[in-house]
């Protein structure tokens, strides 16, 4: 079961990476923070940030939103969420 959710996931992400659609910032972030989590092999990531950048706090706040959820948890929110503004993800 876990590799077909890491298939999907990986098909999702392709789909994502080259869809010419345009998304609002809060989407962005969540594409953002889900993808991070369920690819993350070593804990918690945290972006580089520099003092006052306002885009870095944008992706730290997603991320802190994202970090209870299981590398599995975040595949599956990820996947729905391609599906539900991009398309079905095909098999």
Do not use: W
Not at 30 to 57: C, H, I, V
Request: no cysteine.
């Amino acid at each position: 079961m876990s590799d077909l959710i890491e298939e999907k996931f990986n098909r999702a992400y392709e789909i994502a990476s080259t869809t010419e659609l345009s998304f609002p910032p809060d989407i962005m972030l969540s594409f953002y923070a889900y993808y991070k989590r369920a690819t993350e092999k070593n804990g918690f990531y945290m972006p580089a940030s520099e003092q006052g950048d306002l885009r870095s706090a944008f992706k730290i706040n997603a991320l802190v939103q994202v970090k209870d959820l299981s590398r599995k948890d975040a595949q599956e929110k990820y996947i729905a969420l391609v599906e539900r503004h991009i398309g079905e993800i095909p098999e």
